[in-house]
């Protein structure tokens, strides 16, 4: 452990190989080690920018080893709220997030379209275009990034041509904010972005600071000029770039712009596409797949290699799941078992107490769906946001318990947050009193434009009422929704 540290905390970067063979030693299996080496360089490289101080402190060495033994590791970064303006069905609404956010509210209230925005942002910090975002993108005949739902076309609301959507982070203890307006009138474009940081009263970069004059705004051949922090303090440093991607990506490396412009532009941009959407498909899961897969896949098709490889890591894996799934799949469940075919692909069986064997083929649609939610849960990358449609989908109400129980758990546990959308009254009775005080009703009402949203802890009365009539009642009698 202790050369491990060594060579992340010299001050050549290390190399991925040593890494992962120091990290073999502790017992890994050759991929997991590699998949944690990889996730330790780059960490060295976010560290180093954002906290160059800390390198050379044992405390690095501690933490060094924790991230690549343990999955306990907390990561200090989080989505606090984001707030839409005249995005699909907002006009202008701030929505709150904790660490778990249950999503709960009518049909067409304005819950996806939520989910919608927070895509856009994992768009926008992967360097896609806003035309692209938008409209998807294809590389090679092979789609590499589906379109948002309505395109372009009904991306803003009703007849306007403008949306805005203001995110608030909290990154390594600091509150980051990032606000990104765009036009989609008639080329989709950025006609406005900033980004701030802390106390600061003014932004790190922004294209609409007073030093800009006559200059700010979208200008010739669609480029935005952006007023950038200076070295020394005094006059903004401009640059000026294309307004149609967004700046995060674009700012250029000069010794008169304070370095921790882009300490801050690259740290958000790595928070906001680490965002997941799990759209658990139980067809997909049923086939062999690779067994060197890295990763689940946000359709879970990967379960069969990742459970292998969890298994293969650490015995304590194997019991944990076993004893989750067994809560879950009546009769009950002894072991689990691999098979593997002669060109390294992989099948899951699960083994009953009878003996019988049951391969992934054959299991049931809420047998894969729960798994694939359990699987994402406990693999997801410490710091990492996942997104879950109508989590109650194909599980009978006694399991949704459980499931509430194991997302309740992660969001504490590894520093993972959730946001998830359900229409179960099961699945809010299940909540402890802290998640159901932080769940989110949206809903609409003819004498207010747009959809209203309010965090269930902020409604009048909601603690007392909820403990006198139960939850579950007040959501299916619509009380939430006339609270608001
Ligand atoms: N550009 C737009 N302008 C105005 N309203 C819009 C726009 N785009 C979408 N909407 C509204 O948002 C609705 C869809 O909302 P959304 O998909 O978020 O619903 P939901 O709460 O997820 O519902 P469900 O529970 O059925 O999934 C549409 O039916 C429409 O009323
Ligand atoms: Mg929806």
Same mark, same amino acid.
């Given at each position: 452990?202790?050369?491990?540290? *060594? ?7 290390? %190399? ?23 996730? /330790?360089?780059?960490? #060295? ?16 060495? %501690? ?9 306990? #590791?907390?990561?200090?970064?989080? =989505? ?16 709150? /997030? ?21 895509? &856009? ?29 309505? *395109? ?9 041509? %403008? &949306? ?17 307006? $765009? ?11 900033? +980004? ?5 009263? =003014? ?29 020394? *303090? ?13 700046? =995060? ?18 740290? +958000? ?6 965002? @997941? &959407? ?7 899961? !049923? ?23 969890? $298994? ?7 019991? %944990? ?7 879950? $799949?009546?009769?009950? +469940? ?26 992934? !083929? ?16 406990? @693999? ?21 318990? /459980?499931?509430?129980?194991? /997302? ?6 590894? *520093? ?14 299940? =909540? ?9 009703? &949206? ?7 747009? @959809?209203?949203?309010? #965090? ?11 403990? !006198? ?16």
């Amino acid at each position: 452990m202790k050369r491990l540290a *060594g060579d992340l905390l010299g001050e050549r970067p290390p %190399r991925l190989a040593n890494i992962a063979r120091k990290i073999r030693e502790t017992g890994l299996a050759p991929d997991t080690a590699e998949q944690r080496a990889r996730g /330790l360089v780059k960490w #060295r490289q976010q560290l180093l920018e954002s906290q160059p101080e800390m390198f050379g402190g044992a405390s690095l060495a %501690r933490e060094a080893v924790e991230f690549a033994t343990g999955y306990r #590791r907390r990561v200090d970064q989080s =989505l606090v709220s984001l707030a839409l303006e005249d995005f699909k069905s907002f006009v202008d609404v701030e929505i709150p /997030l904790a660490p778990l956010t249950l999503f709960v509210g009518a049909n067409a209230s304005g819950k996806s379209n939520v989910l919608d925005a927070i895509r &856009f942002l994992q768009g926008v910090a992967s360097d896609l275009t806003i035309s692209d975002i938008l409209r998807g993108r294809h590389e090679g005949g092979r789609e590499v990034w589906p379109p948002i739902r309505g *395109g372009a076309a009904e991306i803003s609301r009703g007849e306007t041509t %403008r &949306f805005g959507i203001r995110s608030s982070w909290r990154i390594d203890g600091e509150h980051v904010e990032h606000r990104l307006e $765009c036009d989609i009138a008639k080329i989709p474009c950025i006609i406005r972005e900033a +980004l701030s940081v802390g106390s600061a009263k =003014l932004p790190l970069f922004d294209t609409h600071a007073k030093t800009l004059g006559t200059q700010a705004g979208v200008g010739v051949g669609h480029s935005l000029a952006v007023a950038l922090e200076r070295n020394k *303090g005094g006059r903004r440093v401009t640059q000026r770039h294309s307004a149609m991607s967004s700046l =995060l990506g674009q700012l250029e490396r000069t010794d008169n712009v304070k370095r921790r412009v882009y300490q801050w532009t690259s740290r +958000l941009q790595d928070v906001m596409r680490e965002a @997941t &959407f799990l759209d658990i498909r139980p067809s997909q899961m !049923r086939g062999y797949a690779p067994a060197q897969a890295f990763e689940l896949g946000a359709d879970a098709r990967n379960i069969s290699p990742i459970v292998k490889q969890l $298994c293969d890591t650490n015995a304590d894996w194997r019991d %944990r799941i076993v004893s989750w799934l067994s809560e879950l $799949c009546a009769p009950q +469940l002894r072991d689990l078992d691999f098979v593997e075919t002669e060109l390294g692909d992989v099948m899951l069986i699960l083994v009953e107490e009878d003996g019988t064997r049951i391969s992934a !083929r054959s299991l049931s649609d809420g047998t894969l769906r729960f798994m694939g939610q359990l699987i994402a849960l406990i @693999t997801a990358s410490p710091g990492s946001l996942l997104l879950m449609e109508e989590i109650e989908n194909g599980l009978h109400p006694q399991r949704l318990n /459980l499931l509430v129980e194991l /997302l309740e758990g992660v969001t504490a546990d590894r *520093g993972i947050q959730v946001i998830a959308t359900t229409h179960s009254p099961t699945v809010l009775a299940a =909540l402890s009193q802290n998640s159901l005080q932080n769940a989110v009703v &949206f809903g609409r009402v003819p004498e207010v434009a747009g @959809t209203q949203a309010r #965090r269930l802890g902020d409604l009048p009365h909601f603690a007392e009422v909820a403990q !006198r009539r139960g939850v579950e009642r007040l959501f299916s009698t619509g009380w939430l929704e006339r609270a608001m």
